[in-house]
């Protein structure tokens, strides 16, 4: 009887039945389940004999076993890199009439065996090496009847001085993680993918892998392409406590379309008709991608024309606009690019409008040179991030006190040539009929 899922094979002699059997198999693997051409065919034949219980003349032998302080078959052992481990292996027959020939290692270590008439003794040391991850060590003790005990591994795990994650993406739904930790993890890690919502603080656990104390990665399938994910780690110790957590950065399996547009559109008037655009970067959830820029459409109507305009804009969330035309109408809408493509456009946005510039033409010279000082102040404010910006705002303030001196000289003629006799300080407005040459000499 084969047993597909142990790799086991049973033979029952039966009751009367003796003599030699020959057995054929044919050993094959495949990548999938359902496939029908295998990987690799290996064919395996050998002699089952068959004896009576009453020929005592014939014994069936028990294979040699490990005892301690031989560590347990698959067993993982954390070593520091840069450190040496030594281990011991100790093989016993289980016939007294039967002697231990041999005990055979296999794996990139170094190794002394010790024989006497009961025991085979054998000592291991390994260095855990710069490059080095972890060494596989298999081992299997032979007796003088040619019976071998099943082979047994055990896995030397290199801890790092640096502990990562490396998330290696397969396909459009599924990844690979990986891993290095600086402490060990007797009871396994805890592999966890979270799903992000509309920041990095807001998560929530959609897959989980528990893997064993030996293990540096695993894989995820059934995630989408276009969601945020990150992966949290943690290596479990013997106090069921957490010996070490690391997370991974922000991530997406595939970059996709944004299927939300910018939001929050404002304006800044400045001087010389430009306008300083801002806008609100769309959730990452909604992105569906890392953000690469945005796209301006600019459109102006005048009488029966229109006028458009495309203004690429990288990942900074605002824009200098030129308006040459106080007289048209003018709005921009905005969408957010990845590297899939640009998304949605927001909900056309008014720049100008021609009853605003008539209004601001009725103003007076002086008040629209304070609103515009006053607005680039707010400019230098949204755009701080050098030491020019010191210089800016002292010429700012330079022309604001000669605007405030020059009102103070006109109150004072005027008082003089009507000889007002109460003393004192009379407000009074720049006169909005002086002339552009006069102003232009104060200032």
Known sequence: TLNSDTCMLTYYGGNSTT???????????????????PLSSVPLQFVVNVVSPSNASIQCYLPPVFIPPTPLNGTCIPILWGQTWSGKLLAQSQFNSSSLVDVFVTGAVSYVVTKNSTYISVGIVWTATAGSSKQVVCYRAIENHSISSVAQCITLLVMKNTSGIDINVLSDNEVKVNWTFTKPAPLGFNVSVYEVGDNATDVRVVKTNLMDSCSQSTQFSGLDGGTPYL?????????????????????????KVPIEPPYGIAKIVLLDHRILLTWSQP???????????????????????????????????????????????????????????????????????????????????????????????????????????????????ISLLQCFVYKHVRRSENATSTNRRHSGIEMVECNASATRKEIGKEF
């Open 19 to 37: 003599g030699q059997f020959v057995v054929a198999i044919q050993v094959e693997d495949f990548a999938r389940s359902e496939d029908i051409i």
């Open 231 to 255: 992966v949290i780690i943690k290596g479990m110790n013997e106090q069921n406590g957490v010996s070490e957590s690391i997370v991974s950065s922000i991530y997406f399996l595939s970059q």
């Open 283 to 397: 959730t990452l959830k909604n992105a569906r991608g890392f953000v690469t820029g945005y796209s301006l459409i600019y459109s102006c109507v005048k009488n029966t024309s229109i006028e458009l305009k495309l203004y690429e804009v990288s990942e900074e969330r605002f824009y200098l606009l030129t308006v040459n035309d106080s007289a048209v109408t003018c709005s921009v809408a905005v969408c957010t690019r990845t590297i899939a493509g640009c998304g949605p456009l927001s909900e056309p946005f008014i720049v100008q409008e021609p009853s605003a510039a008539g209004l601001q033409s009725n103003s007076s010279t002086c008040d629209l040179l304070l609103q515009s000082q006053a607005r680039t102040y707010l400019l230098v404010i949204y755009l701080l991030s050098s030491m020019v910006a010191l210089s800016i705002l002292v010429t700012i303030a």
